[in-house]
């Protein structure tokens, strides 16, 4: 990553002063908690999406630098908004805002830096961006509530799955790099090959994230199982269940549904551990492993209309920390 922000180092710069001035208020309680957020940023991986996918088109323009702050507006929004919903303690090993003051403040929080993003892009003057960022915005929120839906009853299939994660993540990651291609003029072409790329981008982090939702390593930043308490079942358990026995099946489903609050209570611990040794048993993270590399090979492919430079390599090394982060 650092590598990749040395690449890009003047726009990033210009891009983080940009983001700084949209989290500003002048109501108190908004600002400290846009403070708060502030101080708490993550990876920024779509932010560097849209510079580098402008960086590999046409080049780096004003209209990226906000388009990238806009984006990732958006997406901060998202994660407010989204732990409210998910009812989620912590965020990147802090409290979430509404943990921090309340569900109101959170999504009262969330909708100015919506609104905030909308003003970048309306500068802009792009009708193209606009509509990528507003179909993308449509995309996530129909991801979660169709994740909702489907996880009345917790156990969905493979495809449901796929289908949810593809609206819920990858459809931000396609448009940071399809938006961020516009930004710099890029053919038509070109902005379909880096969708494309986003896409498969996308995919690939969130399966990275699921994956980590049973490991045992404590510096996650968030903690872990949180989906099974959640209702949610991701790929790793989804996968284990098919290939188990009809009795193993309805005890692992037993023990998940109890920790998801939905019988009676049971020892917390012993529960993940038994959750975690019949995903590893029927190699279901192996499984999503495999996915993930089959669609790192798609996004790659993805990028061979364009020639080889510094960029290019920079975007394909962002996908293989996608794949190999620890956290």
């Known amino acids: 990553m650092d590598r990749i922000r040395n690449i890009i ?8 002063i940009e983001f700084a001035n949209a989290l500003h208020s002048d109501n108190p309680l908004l600002n400290e908690a846009l403070d708060y957020i502030h101080t708490q940023r993550g990876k920024q991986l779509r932010p560097i999406l849209v510079l580098l996918s402008a960086g590999v088109c046409r080049g780096i323009t004003d209209k ?7 984006m990732e507006l958006m997406h901060t929004a998202s994660l407010v908004h989204d732990d409210v919903v998910d009812n989620s303690p912590t965020r990147r090993g802090h409290k979430a805002v509404h943990e921090q003051w309340s569900n109101k403040v959170a999504i009262l929080v969330g909708d100015y830096m919506l609104a905030r ?11 193209t961006i606009l509509s990528i960022a507003s179909e993308m915005t449509a995309a996530l929120t129909s991801g ?11 156990w969905i299939s493979e495809e449901q ?14 448009a940071c790099s399809e938006a961020g291609a516009a930004s710099s003029g890029a053919t038509t072409r070109q902005q379909i090959a880096l969708r494309q790329f986003g896409t498969y981008l996308g995919m690939c982090f969130q399966l990275k994230d699921d994956i980590f939702d049973f490991s045992d390593i404590e510096d996650l930043g968030k903690p872990t199982m949180n989906d099974i308490r959640d209702g949610k079942a991701t790929l790793p358990i989804i996968k284990s269940l098919q290939r188990a026995n009809k009795d193993e099946v309805a005890h692992i489903k037993e023990i998940a549904e109890a920790l998801a609050g939905k019988t009676t209570h049971i020892d917390v611990f012993e529960a993940e551990q038994e959750i975690r040794s019949f995903v590893l048993r029927y190699d279901g993270i192996r499984y999503a492993n495999q996915l993930m590399e089959k669609y790192r090979n798609k996004a790659v492919e993805a990028l061979k209309i364009f020639p080889e430079n510094i960029y290019k390599n920079s975007l394909i090394t962002l996908l293989d920390y996608a794949i190999n982060r620890m956290h």
């Open 9 to 16: 180092q003047t726009e990033f710069r210009q891009f983080e």
């Open 64 to 70: 990226t630098i906000k388009t990238a702050a806009s």
């Open 117 to 127: 993003s909308i003003g970048l892009l309306s500068a802009i003057h792009s009708n």
């Open 144 to 154: 979660e509530i169709l994740q909702l839906h489907t996880n009345q009853s917790m």
């Open 161 to 174: 799955y796929l289908r949810i994660i593809e609206r819920k993540t990858a459809c931000l990651f396609s």
